[in-house]
């Protein structure tokens, strides 16, 4: 079964400083999706970045980027000019490219910015 | 923008009794999906549902659980007999098909069980 691991459980940050989110999974499909998703305290599950395992390239959106390390099952979420709105729990998750559709979700990283 | 949407936002019941919770997925979306999260803990898959049927369940979705889609829009999520360990936010999502990636969440329920 796959597993998804998020070590940080709190991290903090300056507001406009970069700051990066860790996160390992384990699998043994060569294809499947990565995601970040946000949850702030209203609770609702929003989706920040997606990464598909079988493209090289790292995924950006915007002030979000990813490194995405396939052969360390590795991929955190780094935080440029962080924003208080940036506060949130952050999740990482795993999805198989095809057949079973679940989330498999990591603990959660809670991310605090710092005026 | 087109959004899920569930209600109610919260439900306190007592333990023994039964409650649904409701959810209207995005109206093109064929998949559908029940996730629980406990105060604190992770986000934990529970059902998926394509074309009446459930797809695939998780352990926790015991004989306990069900799930229908009584009239083509609304997606809703039974517990027979509540338990205390039942507290939790339950999220519904959809997604369009089964090559889409992308599962888009609803706001949650609350679920009080005293």
């Known amino acids: 079964a796959q597993t998804v691991t998020q070590s940080q459980p709190e991290m903090s940050v300056q507001e406009a400083e970069t700051v990066t989110l860790s996160c390992t999974y384990d699998?043994?499909?060569?294809?499947?999706?990565l995601f970040w998703y946000k949850q702030p305290p209203s609770r609702q599950m929003i989706l920040v970045i997606r990464q598909e395992a079988y493209k090289q390239q790292n995924a950006t959106e915007n002030r979000f980027s990813v490194n995405f390390q396939k052969a360390a099952k590795s991929f955190s979420l780094k935080i440029s000019d962080s924003q208080l709105g940036d506060a949130a729990m952050y999740f990482c998750a795993y999805r198989r490219f095809q057949g079973a559709q679940k989330l498999v979700f990591g603990q959660g990283t809670r991310l605090t910015i710092n005026p | 923008e087109p959004e899920v949407t569930q209600t109610p936002s919260h439900q306190v019941t007592q333990m023994g009794q039964e409650v649904i919770l409701r959810c209207v997925p995005i109206?093109?979306?064929?998949?559908f999906y029940w996730y629980r999260q406990i105060l604190g803990q992770k986000v934990e898959f529970l059902v998926s549902?394509?074309?009446?049927?459930?797809?695939?369940k998780s352990e926790i979705f015991d004989d306990q659980f069900s799930v229908e889609r009584p009239d083509g829009s609304n997606f809703t999520l039974k517990i027979r007999s509540t338990k205390l360990e039942d507290s939790a936010m339950y999220f519904c999502a959809s997604s369009v098909g089964v090559l889409s990636y992308e599962q888009y969440f609803g706001p949650g329920t609350r679920l009080t069980v005293t």
């Open positions: 109206s093109n979306h064929l998949y």
């Open positions: 699998t043994s499909e060569s294809d499947y999706y």
């Open positions: 549902f394509y074309n009446n049927e459930i797809s695939e």
